[in-house]
């Protein structure tokens, strides 16, 4: 199965584009993004899994969640919800927080997902907009810790490096 | 201190000059003369851009001319190819997630 998959990156907005085709209906892609215990099953890179705390999708609400390490070490995100369009389109802030939803670093970014069914699949346009360049970096950063942990023990340093020059 | 290129690039006028030593080696006050602010605070970004080993420089007389390393800009590319990955692979969890679902269905 090979689909449409396109991600560019805008540097001088700061800006992600993502474009992906998914081989499922409109109704259970739009579940996928939206309902916690279907987000939990697929966000996280083994080993790592994620945790939904607090989920209430509606405007101005929001999605508190964690990525838990194999040595049950939670990193919190939140996602609060600004605008929703029924199977259509919902944007959100994204931030790093605390277990309780409080904001640990300046950094953010803006979100809008738009669903579009394609007959017997559906296309999901994603737009990150990063505060900076360097939230970017540390969304990466996290990331990429999260998914190849083992193999990346300079990053732990290199990490270091930005929090204690700022 | 030890820099890195995203603390480079965090600052728009720091961008702004990578632009510029990007297309010609340029001397401080030449730098300086396309901006707006003291060149005090210019000699600091350079600074900075400088311990982020972005800046080659040659000597030419009294003049110090500074360009862009341009191989070191492509860090920056190996951090959003990460990404694209770690996208990638969750958009793959995704389409087995979806499979299961619509075999269940069934």
Redesign the interface.
């Known amino acids: 199965m090979n689909q449409l998959f396109d991600f560019t990156v805008n540097k001088d907005t700061n800006t992600i584009h993502i474009t992906r085709e998914f081989a499922a209906d409109l109704d259970l892609v739009w579940d996928a993004f939206t309902k916690a215990e279907m987000l939990d099953q697929w966000l996280a890179p083994k080993p790592w899994r994620t945790q939904t705390k607090e989920m209430d999708f509606r405007e101005g609400g929001r999605w508190l969640y964690a990525m838990v390490s194999p040595e049950n070490v939670s990193h919190w995100s939140l996602v609060e919800f600004i605008k929703i369009e029924d199977k259509s389109f919902f944007s959100g802030r994204n931030t790093f927080s605390d277990e309780n939803g409080k904001s640990i670093s300046s950094g953010f970014s803006l979100t809008s997902n738009t669903f579009k069914a394609t007959g017997e699949t559906t296309t999901v346009y994603v737009e990150k907009k990063f505060d900076s360049l360097s939230t970017l970096e540390m969304m990466v950063a996290k990331g990429f810790k999260e998914g190849m942990a083992m193999a990346m023990s300079n990053l732990d340093e290199y990490l270091l490096t930005l929090v204690t020059s700022k | 201190?030890?820099?890195?290129i995203?603390?480079a690039?965090?600052d728009p006028t720091r961008r702004a000059i990578l632009v510029l030593i990007a297309v010609q080696a340029m001397t401080p006050n030449a730098i300086a003369e396309h901006f707006d602010i003291t060149r005090q605070s210019i000699s600091r970004h350079i600074r900075i851009l400088s311990q982020c080993d972005l800046l080659a420089q040659k000597q030419e007389g009294r003049e110090i001319f500074y360009q862009l390393k341009i191989d070191k800009m492509k860090e920056?590319d190996i951090?959003?190819d990460?990404?694209?990955?770690?996208?990638?692979?969750?958009?793959q969890?995704?389409?087995?997630?979806?499979?299961t679902?619509?075999n269940k269905k069934k």
Request: hydrophobic share 50%; net charge positive; proline share 0%.
């Open positions: 201190m030890r820099r890195d995203f603390q690039i965090a920056i951090w959003l990460q990404f694209r990955k770690i996208t990638e692979e969750g958009f969890r995704l389409d087995q997630l979806l499979l679902l619509k």
